[in-house]
């Protein structure tokens, strides 16, 4: 039998990575041979969060051949996943979200709680199975838990993430404070990036009732940075939507540091949006909003009638 394959879902985010490489470094020490792959090229933070913790990058994959033994992590829906997966053997899912658009032939391990990364699971799953914690393994759930709670400012973020993040940061040998905004910062340096390639870096797509959505979301520590660019990326955008057949796209920048987000939206279903924000411009400032997960999917979803 090949390798048990670990991956999250396409265009990675370092949780997605990291948790990958954790969970597939589980496996092996508990005699399964697996291998950390990926869905798509890395963003800066993440390889910054590689080299630091001088982790090695997961093979590329874009396909599983039929009956390929395959763990998710940091995913569950289909269309985030890889390609073939309806006919793959999911053997296990560690996940934080919701769950839609996701069936199996077999039984399987699933492990979700509603906590504010899957890194943080991982270390719950590796305590109950009383596993040691080696520094580098804690170096990448720390990362994972520092980009997907933005240092805690997110409202995904629970108690938990923080304390598991705090005991994380001592086996790892880092101070929190500052390799969290060193790792966030890092991933904020987006000027060499053409507006195709910012489209692409964490887009996540939905469908509801035959709506088909993007949201692409971007980290920055100042929201005019990207946007004065809005003319360039409005073109691209409408060529992703023609594209992709997508009836609505909502691009959103997250300003990092005084947690807030700004979102462009273009798509002949802009009313989906409208409903909760007024749009100028096909923009709106969201004040104290930098979820996608627990704020603005779920609005549109809301809204998606
Ligand atoms: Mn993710
Ligand atoms: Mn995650």
Redesign the pocket.
């Known amino acids: 039998m090949s390798k048990v394959l670990v991956f999250?879902h396409k265009n990675p985010?370092t949780?997605?990575i990291c948790?990958a490489i954790v969970m597939a470094d589980m496996q092996n020490k508990m005699g399964v041979e697996a291998e950390a792959t990926r869905l798509g090229e890395i963003n800066k933070e993440t390889k910054y969060a590689l080299d630091y913790f001088k982790a090695e990058l997961p093979r590329m994959i874009d396909k599983v051949e039929e009956g390929q033994e395959v763990i998710l992590v940091?995913h569950n829906e289909f269309q985030q996943s890889v390609d073939g997966i309806e006919n793959a053997k999911i053997t296990t899912v560690v996940d934080?979200?919701r769950i839609a658009n996701f069936t199996t032939a077999e039984p399987l391990f699933y492990h979700a709680e509603p906590l504010g990364?899957?890194?943080t699971i991982l270390y719950r799953v590796s305590k109950m199975n009383n596993m040691p914690i080696e520094p580098q393994m804690a170096g990448l759930m720390l990362s994972?838990i520092i980009s997907?709670t933005l240092l805690f400012k997110s409202p995904t973020c629970t108690e938990v993430d923080k304390k598991v993040a705090e005991d994380l940061a001592k086996i790892a040998g880092v101070d929190l404070d500052k390799y969290g905004l060193d790792l966030l910062k890092a991933g904020t340096d987006l000027d060499d990036l053409t507006e195709e390639e910012l489209l692409k870096l964490d887009a996540k797509t939905i469908e509801k009732n035959g709506v088909k959505v993007v949201i692409d979301q971007v980290n920055t520590i100042n929201i005019e940075d990207i946007l004065k660019k809005q003319d360039k990326i409005e073109e691209a955008m409408n060529k992703t939507i023609e594209k992709e057949e997508l009836d609505l796209f909502v691009f959103v920048v997250t300003d990092i540091l005084n947690s807030n987000s700004e979102i462009l939206v273009l798509g002949n279903r802009k009313d989906i949006v409208e409903k909760s924000y007024k749009l100028e411009n096909n923009r709106a400032f969201l004040e104290g909003v930098v979820s996608r997960k627990k704020q603005i999917l779920p609005m549109i979803d809301k809204n998606i009638d």
């Open positions: 999250g985010d949780d997605t948790s940091d934080h979200h990364c899957t890194a994972a997907d």
